[in-house]
């Protein structure tokens, strides 16, 4: 009570305050408040979107591909809003995401029908719904990263920054699912450009790190 009336006297007063004199859940910039909701309303439209997907799936190893990042994510969305609303460190931890896709990629280009907008819902296929999936999670990841670098509130940066390489593999485990069946290919350079681009550069002197 008395670290509130002495917020509320600077504020009338119009002098600043430490956030070691404040309430921790308190402890948030106006600017941090902002972005901390729309980084959460991100999480609940991925989780929504997700289970608008689910049902039109069919693939069972896309749908095992949404169930454990739905789960996840929901998880994630639980210790976000707690730190939110406390300031303090949440009850459950954040967890590292581990997908279960190995890591070969498919490389160079096959033919293919030119792509359009579908005409109707029924259309719609597994290519597309694991490109929307891929679309959120990108998404999301950059605008946790971006909100990460100016939040004040220590555990929520915390909290946000330690999603971003776990929203980095869900979308990583997207790409290599799309890419194992042909719905995101990858050219190559001929070999001699790509060569030509990986000696582009020569090593730095650098003095020892203290």
Do not use: C, W
């Not at 729309?38 to 095992?64: A, C, H, R, T, W």
């Not at 990042?69 to 967890?95: I, R």
């Not at 719905?183 to 730095?204: C, I, N, R």
Request: glycine letters at 6%.
């Amino acid at each position: 009570m008395q670290n509130q009336n002495q917020m509320n006297q600077a504020q009338m007063n119009g002098s600043q305050q430490v956030s070691s004199n404040m309430p921790p859940n308190m402890s948030h910039g106006g600017h941090e408040l902002f972005d901390a909701h729309e980084v959460i309303s991100g999480v609940i439209g991925m989780l929504d979107q997700y289970k608008m997907f689910e049902q039109n799936i069919q693939d069972p190893e896309l749908k095992d591909i949404l169930t454990r990042q739905e789960n996840f994510t929901t998880e994630l969305y639980n210790t976000m809003t707690e730190s939110f609303k406390t300031g303090q460190k949440p009850s459950q931890s954040t967890h590292v995401y581990k997908m279960t896709l190995n890591n070969d990629v498919v490389y160079g280009m096959k033919p293919g029908q030119p792509k359009k907008p579908a005409q109707n819902p029924t259309e719609l296929t597994d290519a597309e719904y694991s490109s929307f999936m891929l679309g959120q999670v990108k998404g999301l990841a950059s605008t946790m990263a971006m909100t990460a670098l100016e939040m004040t509130n220590p555990v929520l940066r915390r909290v946000v920054a330690d999603s971003v390489p776990n929203l980095i593999e869900m979308s990583y485990e997207l790409f290599l699912y799309q890419n194992k069946h042909g719905y995101y290919q990858v050219p190559q350079l001929a070999q001699q450009d790509m060569t030509q681009m990986l000696q582009s550069y020569a090593p730095a002197p650098q003095q020892p790190l203290n």
